[in-house]
């Protein structure tokens, strides 16, 4: 600890050492000169150095408490909760915190686009409205059931005989292109590039690459699609996503899909170039 700068300005006047093996007069000597301890050190037979005694019985209890809520101060939020810790230590409460904090952030990600709370719906249309910049009749998710930031989304389409593309698909035997079952996933998949600390009101997804996609049964109008996306690999700009759909619990279709998080203001300049050169 003293060698990763840990320490500062520890005594055994503000400290309790716990010895947990036995320490040569050697090993004594050479920490209590590199702690720049000028006093007599030596083994307590309480199992303490120099016999210190405790304030409390629980003092090592307590100090392991202190630790955990100055841990917990990550998470960035006031908490109010119980919280029962067995032989915790740092690295555990850091990770705790961690978690606590992305279940934080999702709650409060969720807050900001759903204002109304509906029963067993994360995001209805009119968030979704707010998140992605698509509207009819290419708006292809119509409520998020399920949301793991960062992690898995769940989407639900509503497939009714009113949809555009019935109209020429075909005529008499309507059925939904597969490319826009995939298009469906990637809004969903859109939906769970939000991760509580970044703004994407200004940001656009763009394809890059469709991979080992395939169309496994048909929908017909009445169906109902149910959208499960996981994120593979996350990047600043990049990402890679695994999707299926699903109606009435059997997989209709699959893909892998690559996309490109693009900011409002690197469309803009992509244009003016393009003005320019033509």
């Known amino acids: 600890?003293?060698?990763?700068?840990?320490?500062?300005?520890?005594?055994?006047?503000n400290a309790i050492v716990i010895v947990d093996r036995e320490l040569s007069k050697e090993e004594i000597e050479k920490l209590s000169k590199k702690l720049g301890i000028n006093e007599v050190v030596f083994l307590g037979s309480n199992g303490i150095l120099n016999n210190k005694s405790l304030r409390f019985k629980n003092e090592p209890a307590r100090h392991k408490l202190l630790d955990l809520l100055g841990d917990l101060a990550l998470v960035g939020a006031p908490m109010k909760a119980q919280i029962l810790a067995a032989r915790p230590g740092?690295?555990?409460?850091?990770?705790?915190?961690?978690?606590?904090?992305?279940?934080?952030?999702?709650k409060k990600l969720v807050k900001r686009y759903q204002f109304e709370k509906k029963e067993g719906?994360?995001?209805?249309?009119?968030?979704?409205q707010r998140i992605l910049p698509h509207r009819y009749p290419f708006l292809l998710v119509d409520k998020i059931i399920d949301f793991q930031m960062?992690?898995?989304i769940v989407g639900v389409k509503?497939?009714?005989g009113n949809e555009f593309f019935f109209q020429g698909h075909f005529p008499g035997h309507p059925i939904m292109p597969g490319v826009l079952i995939i298009e469906g996933m990637a809004q969903t998949g859109g939906i769970l590039l939000l991760?509580?600390?970044?703004?994407?009101?200004?940001?656009?997804?763009y394809f890059m690459a469709i991979k080992n996609a395939k169309f496994?049964?048909?929908?017909?109008?009445?169906?109902?699609?149910?959208?499960?996306?996981?994120m593979v690999e996350r990047r600043t700009k990049y990402c890679t996503m695994r999707g299926k759909a699903y109606v009435d619990g059997k997989l209709v279709a699959e893909a892998e899909m690559m996309a490109a998080i693009v900011t409002k203001s690197e469309l803009t300049s992509v244009e003016q170039t393009s003005e320019k050169e033509a």
């Open 1 to 13: 600890l003293y060698e990763q700068g840990l320490i500062r300005g520890g005594n055994l006047d």
């Open 90 to 106: 740092h690295a555990s409460n850091i990770e705790f915190a961690k978690k606590i904090r992305k279940l934080y952030l999702q």
């Open 121 to 128: 719906v994360v995001f209805d249309i009119n968030a979704i």
């Open 150 to 152: 960062g992690e898995k």
């Open 158 to 160: 509503n497939v009714t």
């Open 195 to 205: 991760n509580g600390e970044e703004n994407m009101d200004n940001k656009y997804v």
């Open 216 to 230: 496994r049964k048909p929908v017909f109008p009445g169906d109902t699609l149910i959208f499960e996306v996981e």
